[in-house]
């Protein structure tokens, strides 16, 4: 039996595998990749190396063991991760793995925007197939913001059209951790459960854009734009319109709560409150002040 990441090499994936690395011995844990070398680090450390491709089904039938706990890391090619995740799943079913935790969005069914509908569809798919589950709803990444630091301060401006609405964030290292407890812990204790992960404190862009300026010792002004507006700033910036469309309907989530939604599951979960914003605005400002500058334009959590 193993634990088994899947998407080991992408920006979350690392994250859990070098959380696992700290709760057990590197050889029960496997990562699954599309590309060995990309995770010649990872092999190094001796941590199992699986190759498998979310789009090529047939490279996924000897990816998983009868009994292993299985993390999928919901895949980054919006628009394709139904089929992509269908895949894997019938994969971990044919398996019959121990426990398939799935990473979906917060708010799960009820999450009413554009982005999460494929998180749902997969949610129903892994009820479906009968597999002992755990869904981890991860809210969203801090790092979504702080990635654009150097846009934002070159520009002097935190664009959205977010209204007032508040963010519940988190780090990745903090949702991160939330997975490798669920995957470490007693089997029995995280099967057929869903967890609602958000960060301890709810904040707003204003609030945002406040810290920025405190830390960096410029005037950073948070600038609410109709929807419209911004849908013309970001694909004017060349975020590609069916993209620069689910920004836009996700500041419009922000702006009624869907983000802001805060039960204390991911800080009981990691056994400590989560990363404040403040620290990772500070972590980051370093980097963003060597970073060229472009449009002032926000990511989402895919």
Known sequence: MSIVVTGATGQLGRLVVAELLTRVPAPSVAAVV???????????????????????????A??????????????????????????????????????LAYTGILGGPEADFD???????????????????????????????????????????????????????????????????????????????????????????????????????KEIAYTPVPAETHLAILTGAGVPQPFAEILVDVDRAVERGALARRNGDLSRLIGRPTTPIAETIADAMADAMAEPASEPISESNA
């Open 115 to 217: 982005l999460a509908a494929e998180h749902k569809a997969t949610e129903r798919l892994i009820l479906e197939s009968g597999l002992p589950y755990t869904f981890l709803r991860n809210g969203w990444y801090t790092e979504n913001y702080t990635a654009s630091l150097a846009a934002v301060l070159a520009h002097g401006a935190v664009v959205a059209n977010a209204g007032e609405g508040r963010i519940a964030s988190a780090t990745r290292a903090d949702y991160a951790a939330a997975a490798a407890a669920v995957l470490t812990g007693p089997v029995e204790e995280h099967l057929n459960r869903a967890y609602e992960l958000s960060g301890d404190v709810a904040w707003s862009l204003a609030e945002y854009a406040a810290e920025v300026s405190a830390r960096s010792g």
């Open 62 to 99: 000897e990816t998983f063991e009868a009994g292993d706990r299985v993390l999928l890391i919901s895949g980054s090619e919006v628009g394709r991760r139904v089929p992509q995740h269908a895949a894997v799943i019938a994969a971990a079913k044919a398996a019959g793995v121990a426990q």
């Open 34 to 60: 599309r590309d060995k070398e990309k995770a010649a680090d990872l092999a190094e450390r001796g941590v199992e190396l699986r190759v498998a491709d979310y789009s090529k089904p047939e490279t996924l």
